[in-house]
């Protein structure tokens, strides 16, 4: 039995040998354990003596940037002061389960709060697998603030599918675009599980089955490269940057994106990474020795460990932010003396330094700075795109299939069959994810008149 001494870095650290399971137990709080699975995936559990000389397991909740090792020492404690005074809070929350369970569901809200349950437990897996953190997230948000307030109190006898369609109608005439499809399958997912879970005696008919409200087109949007030229100088020094006034009489204003949400923006372009993984970049994440960004399951959205090799330019750019996050990090330091984290954010919350910003942070601050420059019909998301294409085109020359790896899709897209790349191929492609992103970096740099390309870095050519 492997024991330590928890700090957020060696958690972050911790990997388990392929095909085992790695428990690691706390030698501050005993009988705290980090779970370690082979796909990455790291859970909080605490064991402890219940009264009658049991040994029961509690999962306190997974390994994130907000439920590091304090969170879980506090979550530790709370459960053994609960034991002290005769509690058993592991047969308390199978209790609960069991009494989840067979509580009638009558109510919508009490069909999406089982439906959630199912999924998050692997009961239900409609697509032969257990859906991933984030998709569950995802879609107990959307349940939340589009459907619970409308239909959440309705008996399920009394929803109808005009009543689902009205719904969708009332998302569309405010503007929401794929997010009402969005809205509708999911809906559409908790009827089915409630059809087929409890055999149609709920509900027979499913009230959200029809064809999607939003018409919706892919996005094709790229980037010119005189569009990103203009992009990268304006992320330089964003505190100049102005938009028209509505009164045409009134002078124009500025716009309020930081240098530091800047950087977070130009890492996106730089590393063709989500919003989600750079808004929440943590220091114990960053290896600058290997020049790699070890990017947690828990914010990818495929559930898995994610390694980014660091150009250069990142490299100076993450440096940077981490410089600006000092002077926020220093007064909060000072505040909390001895209970301060072991792990800080790069792009801090403007509220709470120990916090990292949100992601919508990233999109709200490329919109202003798009409106700011005239670029016009961009959003996050094509920043991602416009990069992918330029990789697999002749200016970069890299594979389909390494591309694929940079963005983390999962794929079998290098010819062979998705069961080899899954189950027989261990490769990390650490090398030619690298040489990928520094033919990007070069390539980029030399559109924004940054960096003249050196005479040592050429595109990459494939085979034949």
């Known amino acids: 039995m492997a024991t330590v001494l928890f700090t957020d870095k060696a958690a972050t650290a911790a990997k388990a040998s392929e095909g085992l399971r790695l428990e690691l137990w706390d030698s501050k709080v005993a009988g705290l354990c980090l779970r370690v699975?082979?796909?990455?995936r790291k859970v909080w559990v605490y064991r402890y003596r219940a009264l009658d000389g049991r040994q029961p397991r509690l999962t306190l909740g997974d390994f994130t940037d907000r439920q590091g090792v304090r969170w879980a020492r506090e979550e530790a404690e709370e459960v053994r002061a609960a034991v002290r005074k005769g509690g058993d809070p592991a047969s308390d929350r199978k209790a609960q389960k069991v009494t989840a369970r067979t509580q009638p569901i009558r109510t919508f809200d009490d069909l999406a709060d089982a439906y959630l349950a199912a999924c998050e437990a692997g009961d239900w897996m409609p697509k032969g697998k257990k859906q991933s953190t984030r998709t569950r997230r995802d879609a107990g948000g959307?349940?939340?603030?589009?459907?619970?307030?409308?239909?959440?109190?309705?008996?399920?006898?009394?929803?109808?599918?005009?009543?689902?369609?009205?719904?969708?109608?009332?998302?569309?005439?405010?503007?929401?675009?794929?997010?009402?499809?969005?809205?509708?399958?999911?809906i559409r997912q908790v009827f089915a599980f409630a059809i087929a879970e409890f055999e149609g005696k709920l509900?027979?008919?499913?009230?959200a089955i029809g064809d999607a409200v939003v018409q919706?087109?892919?996005?094709?949007?790229?980037?010119?490269?005189?569009?990103?030229?203009?992009?990268?100088?304006?992320?330089a020094d964003p505190s100049v940057l102005r938009v028209t006034a509505a009164d045409p009489d009134a002078a124009d204003e500025p716009i309020h994106v930081s240098r530091a949400r800047a950087i977070s923006i130009q890492l996106a372009m730089l590393l063709l990474s989500r919003r989600a993984a750079i808004a929440g970049?943590?220091?114990?994440?960053i290896n600058a020795a290997e020049r790699i960004w070890s990017v947690p399951p828990e914010r990818m959205k495929n559930d898995l460990l994610h390694l980014v090799p660091l150009p250069l330019c990142a490299i100076e750019l993450i440096a940077e932010a981490r410089a600006l996050a000092q002077v926020a990090r220093a007064a909060k330091v000072e505040k909390l003396g001895n209970r301060a984290p072991n792990d800080w954010p790069l792009f801090p919350s403007s509220r709470?330094?120990?916090?990292p910003m949100h992601p919508d942070s990233v999109t709200h601050g490329l919109a202003s700075v798009f409106r700011a420059l005239d670029i016009d019909g961009a959003s996050t998301h094509d920043l991602r795109r416009t990069g992918s294409t330029a990789l697999t085109s002749e200016r970069c020359g890299v594979s389909g299939f390494i591309r694929s790896l940079v963005l983390s899709h999962v794929t079998g897209g290098d010819g062979g069959a998705s069961v080899s790349r899954e189950h027989y191929d261990a490769n990390s492609y650490m090398a030619e994810?690298?040489?990928?992103?520094e033919a990007w970096e070069a390539l980029l740099l030399d559109i924004v008149g940054d960096r003249a390309r050196p005479d040592n870095v050429r595109a990459i050519r494939t085979g034949n």
């Open 37 to 40: 699975t082979d796909r990455g």
């Open 142 to 186: 959307i349940l939340k603030r589009h459907v619970r307030p409308k239909l959440g109190a309705l008996r399920l006898a009394d929803i109808t599918r005009a009543g689902v369609r009205q719904v969708l109608r009332d998302m569309k005439s405010k503007g929401i675009g794929a997010q009402t499809n969005r809205t509708q399958a999911i």
């Open 203 to 207: 509900v027979a008919i499913n009230p």
């Open 216 to 235: 919706e087109k892919a996005r094709k949007r790229i980037l010119s490269d005189a569009e990103l030229e203009t992009l990268w100088k304006g992320l």
């Open 281 to 285: 970049m943590m220091e114990s994440e």
């Open 352 to 355: 709470d330094a120990t916090r």
């Open 433 to 437: 994810k690298r040489r990928a992103l």
